[in-house]
C-alpha cells in the first residue's frame, strides 16, 4: 500500500460513493464490433472524485480482437499483443493461463484524488466493473507495475482480488475461478467495515482509538440479537422441512435449507433432521440467554455459519427488521461484524470442507486427508456428538418444536 493512501484511508467513507457507467456508440457500426469502451466514475454526492476505462473485447463477436483491442492504443495495446496473435487467434500463453480463453476486460487509464486514492477503494471499484461488465468467461486484465502511482493502485487492487501474475506487465483476473469472487467478497466486507466507522480502517496500524481492542467481543448485544433471528428463522424453516420431506431424502435440485447442505447428508432420515433442527434452536436460545455462543458439535458448526451467513444477509438486505430488532440496544463499533464472528467464534473450519465435491469422502475416518489433519466427527451420524463430554447438551432438554 502507498505512503499517501495509508494517510488518506481514514478519510474515506465508501458509503458516500457510487459508480455512473458511460458507454457511448453508433448504432450501426462495424468497426466497433466485439469491442466495447466504457469510461467509470466513481462519485461523491455529485463530484467526481475518479475516473478509469474498462474496454471489453467479446472474441464471440468480434472478427479480430488484437485488431480491434489494439486500436485503442497504450495499454490495451500491450494486452492486445501478449493475449493473442495477429490473426485475433489466443496465443499459447494465455490458453494455458486461464480455463475458459477467450473474451477479456481491460482496466486501465485511472485517475482518482485524494482521499480516495487506497487500493481497498479502487479494488471495490474495479470489483463493481467486474460485476457490471463480466461473466464468468472472462479474463480481466490489470497493469502490473510498482511505485507510489496511480496505476499502482490498480495493481494493488488486482492483488487484493486474487489477480495473478501473466507476464511483466499484465495481472489476469480468471473470472471461472472461485478465488476472486472469494477475494471480491473480502473487499466488500473490508470496505463496509470502514463504512461503519466512518471512513475509518480499524485494521490499520493508523486506528485511534483510546480503547485496548485486545480480546473486543466479536457478538456485541447487537450483532447477538441479529444472530438470534437469523437462527430463529433457520430453525422455523427447518422445522418446516423436517415435516415436509419425513424420512425421503434432500436434492439440491428441490431446493430448501436441507438441500443446501453438503450431499453427505441428504439421505439422513427424519430423526437426523430433527436433531439438525434442534442444533438452530440450541443456538439461539445460546443467542438469547447471554451465555457464551460456542458450537457444541458439528452439526452446531454448520448451524452457525449458516445463521451467521444468514445474519449478514439481513443486514444487507432486510435494514427494517435489523433496526426494529436492535433499537433498544446499545451500538458498538464492532456490530455487525460477521466476518469477525466466522473467524472467532470457531475452533476450525473443516465441516465447511464437506461443501468441495473434490474432498468426497474426506468424512470417512480412514480418509488421509481426515487422518493427517486431525478432523473429529465430519460423518453425518456423528455430527451431534459433543466435541467435550464436560460441555453436552442435556439429553433430556426435548425439542422446542413438536
Known amino acids: 500500500m502507498t505512503d499517501q493512501a495509508t494517510r488518506s484511508s481514514a478519510k474515506a467513507d465508501p458509503s458516500t460513493l457510487t459508480l455512473e457507467f458511460r458507454h457511448v456508440h453508433r448504432l450501426i457500426d462495424p468497426a466497433a464490433e466485439g ?39 497504450s495499454f490495451p495495446a500491450v494486452v492486445a499483443e501478449q493475449l493473442f496473435d495477429t490473426d485475433g487467434q489466443f496465443t499459447p500463453e494465455y490458453e494455458d493461463f486461464v480455463d475458459l480463453p477467450g473474451n477479456v476486460l481491460v482496466v486501465d487509464d485511472l485517475h482518482i484524488a485524494a482521499p480516495w486514492d487506497d487500493p481497498w477503494i479502487v479494488a471495490g471499484l474495479t470489483s463493481s466493473i467486474i460485476d457490471r461488465l463480466t461473466d464468468n ?18 495493481t494493488e487492487a488486482g492483488v487484493l482480488l486474487s489477480a495473478e501474475p501473466f507476464s511483466d506487465e499484465l495481472l489476469i483476473i480468471d473470472t471461472s475461478l472461485a478465488a476472486p469472487e472469494q477475494a471480491a467478497h473480502r473487499v466488500r466486507e473490508h470496505l463496509r467495515s470502514r463504512a461503519r466507522y466512518g471512513g475509518a480502517d480499524p485494521f490499520s496500524e493508523d486506528w485511534d482509538d483510546e480503547e485496548d481492542d485486545e480480546g473486543e467481543e466479536v457478538l456485541t448485544a447487537r450483532t447477538r440479537s441479529v444472530l438470534h433471528v437469523a437462527l430463529q428463522e433457520l430453525s422455523d424453516q427447518a422445522w418446516q422441512e423436517v415435516s415436509t420431506l419425513g424420512d425421503q431424502p434432500a436434492q439440491r435440485s428441490a431446493g430448501g435449507l436441507f438441500g443446501s447442505l453438503p450431499r453427505v447428508t441428504w439421505s439422513q432420515d427424519g430423526p437426523w433432521r430433527r436433531q439438525m433442527a434442534r442444533a438452530f434452536d440450541d443456538l439461539a436460545a445460546d443467542c438469547s440467554s447471554g451465555v457464551e455462543v ?109
Open 294 to 402: 460456542e458450537p457444541r458439535s458439528t452439526g452446531e458448526e454448520l448451524a452457525l455459519h449458516l445463521g451467521i451467513a444468514r445474519a449478514q444477509d439481513l443486514t444487507r438486505n432486510r435494514p427494517r427488521l435489523v433496526r426494529e430488532t436492535v433499537a433498544d440496544l446499545p451500538e458498538d463499533r464492532a456490530d455487525f461484524d460477521w466476518d469477525a464472528c466466522s473467524d472467532v467464534l470457531f475452533q476450525d473450519h473443516d465441516v465447511l470442507m464437506l461443501f468441495d465435491h473434490s474432498l468426497d469422502g474426506i468424512e470417512q475416518p480412514e480418509n488421509e486427508i481426515h487422518q493427517s489433519m486431525g478432523m473429529v466427527n465430519l460423518a453425518p451420524h456423528d455430527w451431534f456428538a459433543a466435541f467435550d463430554p464436560d460441555q453436552a447438551r442435556d439429553p433430556d432438554r426435548g425439542f422446542r418444536h413438536p
Open 35 to 73: 469491442v466495447q469502451t466504457w469510461q467509470i466514475a466513481l462519485l461523491v454526492d455529485d463530484e467526481t472524485v475518479a475516473r478509469v476505462r474498462a474496454t471489453r473485447g467479446l472474441y464471440w463477436k468480434a472478427h479480430n480482437l488484437h485488431e480491434g483491442i489494439a486500436d485503442e492504443q
Open 137 to 154: 468467461q472472462y479474463a480481466v486484465v490489470l497493469p502490473r507495475v510498482s511505485g507510489d502511482t496511480e496505476t499502482a493502485l490498480l
